[in-house]
């Protein structure tokens, strides 16, 4: 019954961030719109940005669980951009509040993984530095996370698919080569 009532909490924020933003929702309305008491919501959640972060955790554990290994750097960004493109109302209105904090750690969260799940079969039998690594898997966090916040920041106008093929084409053979020089 408890995950029944946290799955009607949880589901009831997000069709009522869909709908308008963060500062306009309360803890009245997710009650009301999933027909619980305050007292259950309380039970659950301390309150709105807590289910906020509980939310963003679990989608970015789901999409780490549902891509335990990326096999190419456009697939990898191609997933950090999925969620936000799916729930992009909701993503937007969390991106433009007070909590803005909380959707940049899921961002990061998920950017980690990727470049850590590529990075791993990458590297694979090379034998570098933790040090090298360490700065290659930072770039590569980094540029992952800019471009899906650039193309938030931009009112998700471009074709950010595209935009990451043609990335992806024109640093074909770089990261390779950054593994190569790295080689002890």
Not at 25 to 33: L, S
Not at 86 to 102: D, E, P, V
Request: charged share 25%; glycine share 4%.
């Amino acid at each position: 019954m408890a995950n029944f009532t946290k799955k009607a909490i949880k589901e009831a924020f997000i069709e009522l961030l869909t709908e308008r933003p963060i500062s306009q929702i309360t803890v009245k309305d997710i009650v009301e719109r999933c027909g619980i008491n305050r007292n259950s919501f309380y039970y659950h959640y301390q309150d709105i940005p807590t289910l906020i972060e509980s939310i963003v955790t679990e989608e970015a554990d789901h999409i780490i669980q549902t891509y335990p290994s990326i096999d190419t750097m456009e697939t990898g960004f191609n997933v950090a951009i999925e969620f936000a493109e799916h729930y992009q109302k909701a993503i937007l209105h969390i991106y433009n509040s007070a909590n803005r904090n909380l959707f940049e750690q899921y961002l990061w969260k998920v950017c980690d993984h990727i470049v850590t799940s590529y990075g791993n079969a990458l590297f694979s039998g090379v034998s570098i530095s933790d040090m090298d690594r360490d700065i290659i898997g930072k770039m590569y966090r980094c540029q992952c996370f800019g471009m899906a916040i650039y193309w938030m920041e931009n009112g998700r106008k471009d074709d950010v698919h595209k935009q990451i093929a043609r990335l992806c084409e024109l640093q074909k053979g770089m990261l390779e080569e950054m593994i190569r020089r790295a080689q002890l």
